[in-house]
């Protein structure tokens, strides 16, 4: 081994690994505790899942035939209200995040993140071979606004994960209208909030707001993404991408059924709301824009986490979210019937 990794990049030692959700398999091989009684609330998965018709449109993909993305691209237009020569697709949202960086970015770069927010920021910053610029969020987990005119990229999450909070339209506009750098403004949360501020690629060059079918559309495991950006990004961004954008046969097929079936995704996004501001109500939570809450515990995050794992509930440590320091969790919003399960342990735990 030592032979050979000297062919590393340098830059993977200042690097953490991804830290993603338990699964059911850990905690079932941990505790003992059969699948069927784990209720999930670690990765803001949809527990309504996608509609029947991406069922129905999987039992019929070719896996021996190469994606088509046509019709794809026809719905993602028709849904987003922008042409397709705007629109970008991947796999999942880390994948059009992964192409943009790699057209963008070179070494030395530096790149602005307001923390605690989404770590895979990061990792993709430091693998371009890019300088993070880590500037802590405001009271409110606002986002400060003063960036550094010399970024080449700024990543605003909106709502942020994992702190669930929104940033308004002037603070976007303020970031985008300070730099000469590319913003991208992940929006994988938006169908949970208020208000989409996808309409002002119409009016910046240097704005891309990028998007997902992981959260309200059911599809996490499909592995889908898209973003509207300008059409002279979109099309360099066509450049760089992978083969058939990287997209299987499935997670076309799946996209496709799910933009023509709104109705499902707009039903399952409402029994999310209403389970929301239940669970913000009983449990006196911030407000959250997102599928999910970030809530402060008294005692140790990490210990809280284990503690509700051993209980069948698993829940996010926030821990590994820079900045987020050792006193925060985060739970998916679920079903009624889930989220009588989580607090039910975590009232145990933390009363």
């Known amino acids: 081994m030592e032979r050979y990794s000297k062919n590393l990049r340098p830059c993977l030692s200042q690097l953490k690994p991804y830290v993603a959700g338990k699964g059911y398999t850990e905690i079932t091989r941990k505790y003992g505790i059969p699948q069927e009684r784990i209720v999930k609330l670690g990765s803001n998965e949809n527990p309504y899942g996608p509609s029947p018709k991406v069922i129905e449109a999987l039992r019929s993909i070719s896996s021996e035939r190469y994606p088509e993305t046509e019709v794809l691209m026809e719905g993602l237009a028709r849904y987003t209200g922008y042409p397709e020569e705007s629109i970008v697709v991947g796999t999942g949202m880390d994948g059009v995040m992964d192409t943009l960086t790699r057209i963008f970015l070179d070494r030395g770069d530096r790149v602005f993140i307001p923390t605690p927010t989404f770590s895979y920021y990061e990792i993709l910053t ?65 169908e949970f909030a208020d208000k989409s501020l996808l309409g002002l690629v119409k009016e910046y060059d240097n704005l891309v707001v990028g998007r997902t079918t992981s959260k309200a559309f059911g599809l996490a495991g499909l592995r889908l993404g898209y973003a509207v950006a300008p059409e002279w990004i979109a099309e360099q961004y066509r450049r760089a991408a992978p083969p058939f954008f990287g997209l299987s046969c499935a997670s076309v097929a799946a996209g496709v059924a799910a933009m023509k079936d709104l109705d499902f995704m707009h039903q399952s996004v409402s029994k999310i709301l209403s389970e929301r501001e239940r669970l913000t109500r009983k449990l006196n939570a911030r407000p959250s824009q997102g599928n999910f809450l970030y809530l402060e515990t008294k005692a140790a995050s990490g210990s809280v986490a284990d503690s509700m794992m051993g209980k069948g509930v698993i829940i996010r440590d926030c821990r590994p979210f820079r900045g987020a320091g050792d006193h925060h969790i985060r739970v998916t919003v679920g079903t009624p019937e889930q989220n009588d399960s989580f607090l039910e342990a975590y009232e145990e735990i933390c009363a």
């Open 126 to 190: 430091v693998m371009s071979g890019g300088q993070p610029i880590f500037k802590e969020r405001l009271d409110g987990y606002d986002v400060p606004t003063d960036v550094p005119r010399d970024v080449k990229m700024a990543f605003i999450c909106s709502p942020n994960n994992p702190t669930g909070n929104q940033t308004s339209e002037n603070d976007i506009i303020r970031v985008v209208e300070s730099t000469d750098g590319i913003v991208f403004l992940d929006e994988a949360y938006v």
